[in-house]
Protein backbone atom coordinates (compact mmCIF):
# COMPACT_ATOMS: atom_id res chain seq x y z
CA UNK A 1 0.00 0.00 0.00
CA UNK A 2 1.62 3.01 -1.13
CA UNK A 3 0.91 6.13 1.07
CA UNK A 4 -1.08 9.12 -0.59
CA UNK A 5 0.05 11.42 2.13
CA UNK A 6 3.29 11.76 4.42
CA UNK A 7 4.49 14.48 5.97
CA UNK A 8 8.21 14.98 7.34
CA UNK A 9 8.98 17.02 10.70
CA UNK A 10 6.82 19.81 9.34
CA UNK A 11 7.06 22.67 11.67
CA UNK A 12 4.61 25.70 11.60
CA UNK A 13 4.70 28.94 14.14
CA UNK A 14 2.68 31.61 13.91
CA UNK A 15 5.06 34.74 15.55
CA UNK A 16 6.75 33.08 18.81
CA UNK A 17 3.34 30.14 18.91
CA UNK A 18 5.03 26.96 17.61
CA UNK A 19 1.66 25.42 16.11
CA UNK A 20 3.38 22.24 14.69
CA UNK A 21 7.09 20.91 16.17
CA UNK A 22 8.68 18.31 13.94
CA UNK A 23 5.52 16.29 12.94
CA UNK A 24 6.12 13.11 10.83
CA UNK A 25 2.52 10.97 9.51
CA UNK A 26 1.73 9.03 6.53
CA UNK A 27 -1.34 8.33 5.48
CA UNK A 28 -1.63 5.26 2.94
CA UNK A 29 -3.98 4.68 0.20
CA UNK A 30 -7.75 3.97 1.13
CA UNK A 31 -7.20 4.88 4.78
CA UNK A 32 -8.76 6.92 6.70
CA UNK A 33 -6.57 9.40 9.34
CA UNK A 34 -8.43 10.78 12.62
CA UNK A 35 -6.62 13.62 14.18
CA UNK A 36 -7.81 14.38 18.08
CA UNK A 37 -6.75 16.44 20.62
CA UNK A 38 -7.88 19.38 22.68
CA UNK A 39 -8.96 23.11 21.01
CA UNK A 40 -5.33 24.94 19.86
CA UNK A 41 -3.71 21.58 19.45
CA UNK A 42 -3.09 22.10 15.70
CA UNK A 43 -5.39 19.47 14.11
CA UNK A 44 -7.05 22.69 11.97
CA UNK A 45 -3.42 24.35 11.17
CA UNK A 46 -2.25 20.71 10.09
CA UNK A 47 -5.11 20.36 7.46
CA UNK A 48 -4.35 24.09 6.26
CA UNK A 49 -1.17 23.44 5.58
CA UNK A 50 -1.73 20.34 4.02
CA UNK A 51 -3.88 21.94 1.71
CA UNK A 52 -1.42 24.81 1.26
CA UNK A 53 -3.49 27.33 2.83
CA UNK A 54 -0.66 28.47 5.01
CA UNK A 55 2.98 27.84 4.27
CA UNK A 56 5.19 25.50 6.55
CA UNK A 57 8.48 26.69 8.03
CA UNK A 58 10.40 23.60 8.41
CA UNK A 59 9.97 20.16 6.65
CA UNK A 60 8.10 18.10 3.77
CA UNK A 61 4.85 17.02 2.65
CA UNK A 62 4.42 14.72 -0.11
CA UNK A 63 1.00 14.03 -2.67
CA UNK A 64 1.65 10.99 -4.14
CA UNK A 65 5.38 11.11 -3.86
CA UNK A 66 5.46 14.53 -5.23
CA UNK A 67 6.85 17.34 -2.55
CA UNK A 68 4.10 20.03 -2.37
CA UNK A 69 5.86 22.13 -0.30
CA UNK A 70 8.40 22.90 -3.15
CA UNK A 71 8.01 26.83 -3.61
CA UNK A 72 8.38 26.60 -7.33
CA UNK A 73 5.18 24.30 -7.41
CA UNK A 74 1.94 25.15 -8.68
CA UNK A 75 -0.82 25.34 -5.91
CA UNK A 76 -3.97 25.80 -7.81
CA UNK A 77 -3.01 22.40 -9.39
CA UNK A 78 -1.92 20.58 -6.02
CA UNK A 79 -5.66 21.97 -4.34
CA UNK A 80 -7.17 20.51 -7.21
CA UNK A 81 -6.59 16.71 -5.83
CA UNK A 82 -7.67 17.67 -2.51
CA UNK A 83 -11.41 17.87 -1.27
CA UNK A 84 -11.29 20.13 1.89
CA UNK A 85 -14.85 20.30 3.85
CA UNK A 86 -14.58 23.40 6.59
CA UNK A 87 -16.30 23.61 10.24
CA UNK A 88 -18.45 26.32 9.10
CA UNK A 89 -19.80 24.81 5.73
CA UNK A 90 -18.51 28.12 3.13
CA UNK A 91 -20.81 27.05 0.88
CA UNK A 92 -21.50 30.12 -1.51
CA UNK A 93 -24.64 31.96 -1.04
CA UNK A 94 -25.15 33.70 -4.02
CA UNK A 95 -25.35 30.19 -6.32
CA UNK A 96 -27.72 27.51 -5.83
CA UNK A 97 -27.05 23.97 -4.10
CA UNK A 98 -26.77 22.40 -8.23
CA UNK A 99 -24.47 25.46 -8.58
CA UNK A 100 -22.28 25.05 -5.78
CA UNK A 101 -21.53 21.60 -7.14
CA UNK A 102 -20.79 22.00 -10.28
CA UNK A 103 -19.04 25.55 -10.37
CA UNK A 104 -15.03 23.63 -9.85
CA UNK A 105 -15.76 20.77 -12.08
CA UNK A 106 -17.14 22.92 -14.75
CA UNK A 107 -14.35 26.12 -14.40
CA UNK A 108 -11.67 24.40 -12.84
CA UNK A 109 -11.92 20.49 -14.51
CA UNK A 110 -13.44 22.21 -17.95
CA UNK A 111 -16.19 19.25 -18.03
CA UNK A 112 -19.18 19.85 -20.16
CA UNK A 113 -22.10 22.07 -18.15
CA UNK A 114 -24.42 18.75 -18.22
CA UNK A 115 -21.91 16.31 -17.63
CA UNK A 116 -20.94 17.88 -14.60
CA UNK A 117 -25.01 18.70 -13.36
CA UNK A 118 -25.40 14.65 -13.81
CA UNK A 119 -22.63 14.14 -11.80
CA UNK A 120 -23.80 16.57 -8.84
CA UNK A 121 -27.76 15.25 -8.95
CA UNK A 122 -26.24 11.74 -9.05
CA UNK A 123 -24.12 12.33 -5.87
CA UNK A 124 -27.12 14.46 -4.29
CA UNK A 125 -29.76 11.89 -4.95
CA UNK A 126 -26.90 9.35 -3.28
CA UNK A 127 -27.36 11.17 0.23
CA UNK A 128 -30.98 12.09 -0.24
CA UNK A 129 -30.51 15.87 -1.26
CA UNK A 130 -31.94 15.59 -4.95
CA UNK A 131 -35.47 17.85 -3.91
CA UNK A 132 -32.75 20.45 -2.79
CA UNK A 133 -30.65 20.74 -5.80
CA UNK A 134 -32.04 24.15 -6.88
CA UNK A 135 -32.47 25.84 -3.26
CA UNK A 136 -30.20 28.58 -2.24
CA UNK A 137 -27.97 27.36 0.81
CA UNK A 138 -29.26 29.80 3.35
CA UNK A 139 -32.65 28.03 3.00
CA UNK A 140 -31.03 24.56 4.28
CA UNK A 141 -30.55 23.24 8.01
CA UNK A 142 -26.66 23.15 8.73
CA UNK A 143 -26.88 19.10 8.20
CA UNK A 144 -28.04 19.65 4.47
CA UNK A 145 -25.40 22.73 4.33
CA UNK A 146 -22.75 20.33 5.10
CA UNK A 147 -23.79 17.37 3.27
CA UNK A 148 -23.87 19.89 0.54
CA UNK A 149 -20.61 21.07 1.18
CA UNK A 150 -19.24 17.25 1.00
CA UNK A 151 -20.19 16.71 -2.28
CA UNK A 152 -19.22 19.65 -3.53
CA UNK A 153 -15.31 18.51 -2.50
CA UNK A 154 -16.37 15.72 -3.99
CA UNK A 155 -17.48 16.36 -7.44
CA UNK A 156 -14.15 17.21 -8.61
CA UNK A 157 -12.96 13.41 -7.49
CA UNK A 158 -10.47 14.71 -4.82
CA UNK A 159 -7.09 12.07 -3.97
CA UNK A 160 -7.07 12.74 -0.91
CA UNK A 161 -10.06 14.56 1.67
CA UNK A 162 -9.70 16.42 4.29
CA UNK A 163 -12.81 17.08 6.72
CA UNK A 164 -11.90 19.98 9.74
CA UNK A 165 -14.51 19.48 12.57
CA UNK A 166 -17.26 18.78 10.01
CA UNK A 167 -19.45 18.40 12.90
CA UNK A 168 -18.96 21.11 15.60
CA UNK A 169 -21.06 23.56 14.22
CA UNK A 170 -24.01 20.85 13.93
CA UNK A 171 -26.97 20.16 16.73
CA UNK A 172 -26.30 16.47 17.95
CA UNK A 173 -29.40 15.66 15.72
CA UNK A 174 -27.61 16.47 12.71
CA UNK A 175 -24.36 15.00 13.35
CA UNK A 176 -25.58 11.85 11.82
CA UNK A 177 -26.41 12.53 9.10
CA UNK A 178 -23.22 13.95 8.19
CA UNK A 179 -21.15 10.89 9.55
CA UNK A 180 -22.97 8.83 7.56
CA UNK A 181 -21.80 10.27 4.67
CA UNK A 182 -18.10 10.17 5.48
CA UNK A 183 -18.83 6.37 6.91
CA UNK A 184 -20.03 5.45 3.16
CA UNK A 185 -16.91 7.09 1.57
CA UNK A 186 -14.71 5.16 3.66
CA UNK A 187 -16.59 1.98 2.44
CA UNK A 188 -15.81 3.53 -0.91
CA UNK A 189 -12.19 3.87 -0.01
CA UNK A 190 -11.49 7.09 -0.28
CA UNK A 191 -8.22 8.49 1.45
CA UNK A 192 -9.46 10.90 4.57
CA UNK A 193 -7.93 12.93 7.13
CA UNK A 194 -10.13 14.49 9.72
CA UNK A 195 -9.98 16.24 12.51
CA UNK A 196 -13.02 15.52 15.12
CA UNK A 197 -14.24 15.66 18.30
CA UNK A 198 -16.75 12.73 17.84
CA UNK A 199 -14.66 9.76 19.64
CA UNK A 200 -17.37 7.44 18.61
CA UNK A 201 -17.34 8.52 14.54
CA UNK A 202 -13.61 8.25 14.77
CA UNK A 203 -13.73 4.44 16.56
CA UNK A 204 -16.03 3.38 13.89
CA UNK A 205 -14.12 4.87 10.89
CA UNK A 206 -10.73 5.51 11.86
CA UNK A 207 -7.78 3.11 10.38
CA UNK A 208 -5.07 5.20 12.84
CA UNK A 209 -5.62 8.11 15.13
CA UNK A 210 -3.40 10.70 16.47
CA UNK A 211 -3.46 12.40 19.73
CA UNK A 212 -2.24 16.10 19.50
CA UNK A 213 -0.78 17.85 21.41
CA UNK A 214 0.66 21.56 21.29
CA UNK A 215 2.01 20.61 17.50
CA UNK A 216 2.97 16.74 18.25
CA UNK A 217 1.75 13.10 17.57
CA UNK A 218 1.93 12.03 21.39
CA UNK A 219 0.22 8.62 20.84
CA UNK A 220 -1.01 7.17 17.37
CA UNK A 221 -2.43 3.82 16.70
CA UNK A 222 -5.68 2.33 15.81
CA UNK A 223 -8.58 3.31 17.16
CA UNK A 224 -9.19 0.84 20.18
CA UNK A 225 -5.90 1.28 21.13
CA UNK A 226 -5.99 5.30 21.49
CA UNK A 227 -9.51 5.84 22.04
CA UNK A 228 -9.66 2.43 24.59
CA UNK A 229 -6.10 1.98 26.25
CA UNK A 230 -4.12 5.01 25.96
CA UNK A 231 -0.43 5.01 27.38
CA UNK A 232 0.50 8.72 27.00
CA UNK A 233 -0.91 10.47 30.23
CA UNK A 234 -1.76 13.52 28.60
CA UNK A 235 -3.83 11.41 26.14
CA UNK A 236 -5.71 9.43 29.20
CA UNK A 237 -6.38 13.28 31.02
CA UNK A 238 -7.39 14.40 27.57
CA UNK A 239 -10.13 11.88 26.87
CA UNK A 240 -10.98 11.60 30.70
CA UNK A 241 -11.74 14.73 29.83
CA UNK A 242 -14.13 14.00 26.77
CA UNK A 243 -15.80 11.44 28.64
CA UNK A 244 -16.77 13.65 31.51
CA UNK A 245 -18.04 15.62 28.90
CA UNK A 246 -20.20 13.06 27.57
CA UNK A 247 -18.86 12.71 23.99
CA UNK A 248 -16.95 8.97 23.99
CA UNK B 1 7.71 26.54 26.55
CA UNK B 2 7.02 27.26 23.10
CA UNK B 3 9.48 29.91 23.58
CA UNK B 4 12.63 27.96 24.12
CA UNK B 5 11.60 25.12 21.71
CA UNK B 6 11.39 28.13 19.13
CA UNK B 7 15.06 29.33 19.96
CA UNK B 8 16.39 25.61 19.87
CA UNK B 9 15.23 25.13 16.50
CA UNK B 10 17.45 25.54 13.40
CA UNK B 11 16.12 25.38 9.85
CA UNK B 12 17.16 22.08 8.35
CA UNK B 13 19.04 22.15 5.21
CA UNK B 14 15.75 21.44 2.93
CA UNK B 15 13.98 24.23 4.71
CA UNK B 16 17.75 26.80 3.78
CA UNK B 17 17.10 25.27 -0.15
CA UNK B 18 13.85 26.48 0.13
CA UNK B 19 14.56 29.95 1.39
CA UNK B 20 16.76 30.41 -1.42
CA UNK B 21 14.60 29.08 -4.06
CA UNK B 22 11.85 31.33 -3.02
CA UNK B 23 14.51 34.15 -2.96
CA UNK B 24 15.30 32.95 -6.77
CA UNK B 25 11.72 33.15 -7.53
CA UNK B 26 11.08 36.65 -6.01
CA UNK B 27 14.17 38.23 -8.02
CA UNK B 28 12.92 36.19 -11.59
CA UNK B 29 9.41 37.98 -10.71
CA UNK B 30 11.50 41.94 -9.84
CA UNK B 31 13.05 40.80 -13.00
CA UNK B 32 9.67 40.66 -14.93
CA UNK B 33 8.14 43.06 -13.32
CA UNK B 34 10.95 45.77 -14.58
CA UNK B 35 11.49 44.80 -17.80
CA UNK B 36 7.86 44.61 -18.43
CA UNK B 37 7.32 48.34 -16.93
CA UNK B 38 10.67 49.86 -18.84
CA UNK B 39 9.27 47.98 -21.85
CA UNK B 40 5.68 49.38 -21.37
CA UNK B 41 6.70 52.68 -20.37
CA UNK B 42 9.14 53.21 -22.60
CA UNK B 43 7.29 52.42 -25.51
CA UNK B 44 4.51 54.96 -24.21
CA UNK B 45 6.86 57.53 -24.03
CA UNK B 46 8.49 57.33 -27.59
CA UNK B 47 5.26 57.55 -29.28
CA UNK B 48 5.02 60.84 -27.28
CA UNK B 49 7.93 62.02 -27.91
CA UNK B 50 7.98 61.59 -31.51
CA UNK B 51 4.49 62.57 -32.72
CA UNK B 52 4.34 65.53 -34.91
CA UNK B 53 3.05 67.87 -32.89
CA UNK B 54 5.05 67.26 -29.58
CA UNK B 55 7.01 70.40 -30.26
CA UNK B 56 3.79 72.43 -29.98
CA UNK B 57 1.77 70.40 -27.12
CA UNK B 58 5.00 70.85 -24.85
CA UNK B 59 5.19 74.33 -25.67
CA UNK B 60 1.65 74.92 -24.97
CA UNK B 61 0.91 72.46 -21.73
CA UNK B 62 4.45 72.08 -20.56
CA UNK B 63 5.96 75.41 -20.06
CA UNK B 64 7.75 75.01 -16.58
CA UNK B 65 8.27 78.95 -16.52
CA UNK B 66 5.32 79.82 -17.03
CA UNK B 67 3.68 77.13 -14.60
CA UNK B 68 5.70 78.43 -11.90
CA UNK B 69 4.20 81.65 -12.83
CA UNK B 70 0.42 80.71 -12.63
CA UNK B 71 1.33 78.62 -9.69
CA UNK B 72 0.04 80.62 -6.93
CA UNK B 73 -3.00 82.27 -8.22
CA UNK B 74 -4.13 78.11 -9.02
CA UNK B 75 -2.96 77.04 -5.49
CA UNK B 76 -5.13 79.89 -4.05
CA UNK B 77 -8.14 78.67 -5.96
CA UNK B 78 -7.29 75.11 -4.73
CA UNK B 79 -7.92 76.36 -1.27
CA UNK B 80 -11.56 77.10 -2.06
CA UNK B 81 -11.88 73.48 -4.08
CA UNK B 82 -10.34 72.14 -0.74
CA UNK B 83 -13.18 74.21 1.54
CA UNK B 84 -16.03 73.19 -0.30
CA UNK B 85 -14.88 69.80 -0.14
CA UNK B 86 -14.65 69.41 3.49
CA UNK B 87 -17.95 71.66 4.60
CA UNK B 88 -19.80 70.40 1.68
CA UNK B 89 -18.00 66.86 2.60
CA UNK B 90 -19.59 67.19 6.23
CA UNK B 91 -22.82 68.24 5.05
CA UNK B 92 -23.25 65.20 2.70
CA UNK B 93 -22.79 62.56 5.20
CA UNK B 94 -24.88 64.03 7.68
CA UNK B 95 -27.62 64.22 4.88
CA UNK B 96 -26.88 60.76 3.18
CA UNK B 97 -26.78 58.53 6.24
CA UNK B 98 -30.36 59.97 7.30
CA UNK B 99 -31.50 59.30 4.12
CA UNK B 100 -30.13 55.80 4.10
CA UNK B 101 -31.62 55.39 7.60
CA UNK B 102 -34.64 56.53 6.17
CA UNK B 103 -35.01 54.44 3.28
CA UNK B 104 -34.06 51.18 4.92
CA UNK B 105 -36.62 51.60 8.03
CA UNK B 106 -39.24 49.46 8.56
CA UNK B 107 -40.95 51.67 10.96
CA UNK B 108 -44.71 52.33 10.08
CA UNK B 109 -44.51 55.93 10.93
CA UNK B 110 -41.98 56.82 9.22
CA UNK B 111 -43.58 55.70 5.85
CA UNK B 112 -44.29 59.29 4.44
CA UNK B 113 -40.29 60.63 4.97
CA UNK B 114 -38.81 56.54 3.40
CA UNK B 115 -41.16 57.43 0.06
CA UNK B 116 -39.87 61.46 0.41
CA UNK B 117 -36.31 59.98 0.82
CA UNK B 118 -36.73 57.66 -2.43
CA UNK B 119 -38.30 60.50 -4.45
CA UNK B 120 -35.05 62.69 -3.66
CA UNK B 121 -32.68 60.38 -4.47
CA UNK B 122 -34.64 59.18 -7.59
CA UNK B 123 -34.40 63.13 -8.34
CA UNK B 124 -30.71 64.05 -7.24
CA UNK B 125 -29.19 60.96 -8.33
CA UNK B 126 -30.50 61.26 -11.58
CA UNK B 127 -30.65 64.75 -12.67
CA UNK B 128 -26.56 66.48 -14.40
CA UNK B 129 -24.85 67.80 -11.25
CA UNK B 130 -24.29 71.01 -13.76
CA UNK B 131 -27.97 71.29 -14.12
CA UNK B 132 -28.45 71.50 -10.16
CA UNK B 133 -25.34 73.72 -9.91
CA UNK B 134 -26.94 76.31 -12.82
CA UNK B 135 -30.74 75.70 -11.20
CA UNK B 136 -29.59 76.48 -7.60
CA UNK B 137 -26.85 79.06 -8.68
CA UNK B 138 -29.21 80.81 -10.45
CA UNK B 139 -32.88 79.74 -9.82
CA UNK B 140 -32.41 80.52 -5.96
CA UNK B 141 -30.86 84.03 -5.93
CA UNK B 142 -33.83 84.76 -8.60
CA UNK B 143 -36.97 84.01 -6.12
CA UNK B 144 -35.53 87.42 -3.72
CA UNK B 145 -36.20 85.68 -1.02
CA UNK B 146 -35.33 87.31 2.43
CA UNK B 147 -32.21 85.48 4.39
CA UNK B 148 -31.57 83.44 1.39
CA UNK B 149 -27.56 83.81 0.53
CA UNK B 150 -26.76 84.67 -3.02
CA UNK B 151 -23.36 84.51 -2.41
CA UNK B 152 -22.22 81.86 -5.29
CA UNK B 153 -19.55 79.70 -3.25
CA UNK B 154 -22.24 78.67 -0.37
CA UNK B 155 -24.85 78.25 -3.48
CA UNK B 156 -22.30 76.28 -5.28
CA UNK B 157 -21.66 73.85 -2.54
CA UNK B 158 -25.53 73.35 -1.60
CA UNK B 159 -25.74 72.21 -4.88
CA UNK B 160 -23.26 69.98 -4.79
CA UNK B 161 -24.02 68.40 -1.62
CA UNK B 162 -27.94 67.90 -2.59
CA UNK B 163 -26.70 65.82 -5.64
CA UNK B 164 -24.08 64.06 -3.33
CA UNK B 165 -26.23 63.17 -0.71
CA UNK B 166 -28.40 61.16 -3.22
CA UNK B 167 -25.20 59.05 -4.01
CA UNK B 168 -23.74 58.39 -1.09
CA UNK B 169 -27.14 58.01 0.75
CA UNK B 170 -27.26 55.00 -1.76
CA UNK B 171 -24.07 53.63 -1.43
CA UNK B 172 -24.75 53.65 2.42
CA UNK B 173 -27.85 51.79 1.83
CA UNK B 174 -26.19 49.22 -0.21
CA UNK B 175 -23.75 48.61 2.97
CA UNK B 176 -26.72 48.40 4.70
CA UNK B 177 -28.93 45.77 2.93
CA UNK B 178 -25.04 43.54 2.58
CA UNK B 179 -25.36 42.99 5.84
CA UNK B 180 -26.31 39.35 6.77
CA UNK B 181 -29.94 38.98 7.85
CA UNK B 182 -28.33 36.65 11.30
CA UNK B 183 -26.05 39.65 12.27
CA UNK B 184 -29.67 41.01 13.41
CA UNK B 185 -30.78 38.59 14.27
CA UNK B 186 -28.25 37.86 16.83
CA UNK B 187 -27.95 41.69 18.04
CA UNK B 188 -32.19 41.65 18.09
CA UNK B 189 -32.01 38.38 19.73
CA UNK B 190 -29.84 39.70 22.25
CA UNK B 191 -32.48 42.33 23.32
CA UNK B 192 -31.44 45.24 21.51
CA UNK B 193 -33.77 47.57 19.83
CA UNK B 194 -33.99 48.18 16.25
CA UNK B 195 -32.03 51.31 16.64
CA UNK B 196 -29.34 49.50 19.21
CA UNK B 197 -29.17 47.21 16.51
CA UNK B 198 -28.42 49.68 13.66
CA UNK B 199 -26.27 51.69 15.41
CA UNK B 200 -23.80 49.47 17.36
CA UNK B 201 -23.69 46.29 14.76
CA UNK B 202 -25.15 46.84 11.51
CA UNK B 203 -23.71 50.45 10.91
CA UNK B 204 -20.53 49.49 12.03
CA UNK B 205 -19.94 46.71 9.59
CA UNK B 206 -21.89 47.84 6.49
CA UNK B 207 -19.68 51.64 6.82
CA UNK B 208 -16.18 49.30 6.61
CA UNK B 209 -17.64 47.91 3.97
CA UNK B 210 -18.64 50.99 1.69
CA UNK B 211 -15.07 52.32 2.65
CA UNK B 212 -13.80 51.86 -0.72
CA UNK B 213 -16.38 53.41 -2.67
CA UNK B 214 -17.67 56.13 -0.38
CA UNK B 215 -13.52 57.29 -0.83
CA UNK B 216 -14.37 57.20 -4.79
CA UNK B 217 -17.50 59.44 -3.81
CA UNK B 218 -14.98 61.64 -1.90
CA UNK B 219 -12.58 62.17 -4.61
CA UNK B 220 -15.51 62.63 -7.10
CA UNK B 221 -16.62 65.09 -4.76
CA UNK B 222 -13.29 67.05 -4.66
CA UNK B 223 -12.89 67.58 -8.34
CA UNK B 224 -16.81 68.15 -8.96
CA UNK B 225 -16.37 71.26 -6.59
CA UNK B 226 -14.70 72.96 -10.07
CA UNK B 227 -17.72 72.44 -11.50
CA UNK B 228 -18.86 75.49 -9.20
CA UNK B 229 -16.44 77.52 -11.57
CA UNK B 230 -19.59 77.89 -13.78
CA UNK B 231 -20.91 80.14 -11.23
CA UNK B 232 -18.04 82.65 -11.47
CA UNK B 233 -16.49 80.97 -8.30
CA UNK B 234 -12.40 81.56 -8.60
CA UNK B 235 -11.77 78.19 -7.59
CA UNK B 236 -8.37 76.11 -8.91
CA UNK B 237 -10.34 75.09 -12.32
CA UNK B 238 -11.39 79.03 -12.76
CA UNK B 239 -7.76 80.32 -11.84
CA UNK B 240 -6.41 78.03 -14.74
CA UNK B 241 -9.01 78.83 -17.39
CA UNK B 242 -8.40 82.05 -16.71
CA UNK B 243 -5.00 82.39 -17.06
CA UNK B 244 -5.31 79.78 -19.89
CA UNK B 245 -7.47 82.23 -21.85
CA UNK B 246 -5.50 85.56 -21.22
CA UNK B 247 -2.11 83.86 -22.71
CA UNK B 248 -3.26 80.85 -25.13
CA UNK B 249 -0.97 78.77 -23.10
CA UNK B 250 -3.00 75.49 -21.44
CA UNK B 251 -0.11 75.06 -18.82
CA UNK B 252 -2.27 76.15 -15.91
CA UNK B 253 -4.66 73.45 -16.47
CA UNK B 254 -1.87 70.58 -15.87
CA UNK B 255 -0.68 72.97 -12.91
CA UNK B 256 -4.45 72.25 -11.80
CA UNK B 257 -4.39 68.75 -12.55
CA UNK B 258 -1.02 68.03 -10.89
CA UNK B 259 -2.38 69.64 -7.61
CA UNK B 260 -5.69 67.55 -7.37
CA UNK B 261 -3.97 64.34 -8.42
CA UNK B 262 -1.54 65.67 -5.66
CA UNK B 263 -4.35 65.23 -3.02
CA UNK B 264 -6.21 62.28 -4.21
CA UNK B 265 -3.69 59.94 -5.14
CA UNK B 266 -1.90 60.07 -1.22
CA UNK B 267 -5.76 59.90 -0.21
CA UNK B 268 -6.32 56.69 -1.77
CA UNK B 269 -3.32 55.43 -0.87
CA UNK B 270 -3.80 55.78 2.84
CA UNK B 271 -7.39 54.19 2.82
CA UNK B 272 -5.96 50.86 0.78
CA UNK B 273 -3.73 50.85 3.81
CA UNK B 274 -6.21 51.18 6.25
CA UNK B 275 -8.79 48.91 4.97
CA UNK B 276 -6.37 46.38 4.07
CA UNK B 277 -4.95 46.53 7.88
CA UNK B 278 -8.37 46.10 9.29
CA UNK B 279 -8.92 42.73 6.62
CA UNK B 280 -5.62 41.16 8.40
CA UNK B 281 -6.25 41.71 11.94
CA UNK B 282 -10.24 40.77 11.38
CA UNK B 283 -9.26 37.48 9.04
CA UNK B 284 -7.25 34.30 10.07
CA UNK B 285 -7.39 33.12 6.47
CA UNK B 286 -4.74 34.66 5.76
CA UNK B 287 -2.65 33.04 3.36
CA UNK B 288 -5.19 33.16 -0.16
Known amino acids: MSNVLELQNVRKAFGSEVVLNNLSLQVPEHTATVLIGASGSGKSTLLRCINLLETIDDGQIFLDGLEITDPAIKVDEIRRKLGMV ?52 DRLSGGQQQRVAIIRSLAVNPRLLLLDEITSALDPVLVNEVLSIVRDLKQDGMTMVLATHEMGFATQVADEVCFLESGNILERGSAEQVLKNPTNPKTQEFLKRVHQAGRL | MSEKKSSAWSPSSRELDRRALRRKLNRKQSLIAAVSSVLVLGTLTIILVTSPGWEVVKATFFDIEYGKEVFPTVLKGLWINLQLTFFGGLAIGVIAM ?140 RAAQINASRTFNYTPYVVAAILFLLITIPMTRYTDRAIRQRTQAQNSEGAI
Not at chain 2, 198 to 223: E, G, T, W, Y
Open chain 2, 98 to 237: GLALLRTTKSPALTPFRFLATAYVDIFRGAPLILIILLVGFGVPALRLQGISSNVIVLGTIAVVLTYSAYVAEVIRSGILSIHPSQRAAARSLGLTSGQTMRFVVLPQALRRVVPPLLNDFVSLLKDTGLVSILGVTDAV
Open chain 1, 86 to 137: FQSFNLFPHKTVLENITLAPVKVQNKDVEEARDIAKKLLSRFDLADKADQYP
